[in-house]
């Protein structure tokens, strides 16, 4: 801090012995000791006030930024949660004017019930009708296919 030598402590020594004199010297070098350390301590104290005000400044500051992430988070779940319930409502409302759906049905006992096969039109002797393919309708062509067969045994035999 100071940048004082051997050299120049040893001058000042000298003249505070020819001005003050040696009977009082230990009496002055005591009490400017004195004042040193209470100096050094008023220095200490301050920093240490000077360190903790800034220690509270920085906790005042993360505070802050952390109930500020804290609403950013809440009002980011918030619209989320808007938003998925308006996906909800749109989709049970889409739900609820759609015609009735093609695929099975569930009984209350919790089986599955296929809709009812729609078969393929069928000659009299068993053949498809002109313009439709030979499997039908909903993949019924194995059974109207081993209808006709039947019908052709029986008209043969």
Do not use: C
């Not at 001005?19 to 002055?28: C, D, R, S, T, W």
């Not at 920085?58 to 809440?74: H, N, S, Y």
């Not at 599955?112 to 009299?124: D, G, N």
């Amino acid at each position: 801090m100071f940048d004082i030598s051997w050299t120049e402590i040893m001058v000042i020594g000298v003249v505070a012995l020819l001005v003050v004199g040696p009977k009082e010297l230990p009496a002055l070098l005591r009490t400017v000791g004195r004042y040193v350390g209470m100096i050094k301590q008023q220095a200490a104290e301050f920093r240490a006030q000077f360190d903790e005000a800034m220690r509270e400044s920085e906790i005042e500051q993360l505070k802050k930024e952390v109930e500020t992430a804290g609403r950013e988070m809440a009002a980011t779940v918030q619209d989320a949660e808007r938003s998925v319930q308006t996906e909800i409502h749109d989709a049970k409302r889409e739900f609820a004017l759609s015609p009735a759906p093609a695929t099975p049905a569930l009984e209350a006992s919790g089986a599955i019930v296929a809709p009812p096969l729609v078969e393929a039109p069928v000659s009299a002797n068993g053949a498809p009708k002109e313009g439709l393919p030979r499997e039908g309708l909903n993949g019924a062509g194995a059974a109207s296919e081993a209808r006709g067969d039947e019908a052709q045994a029986k008209a043969g035999a």
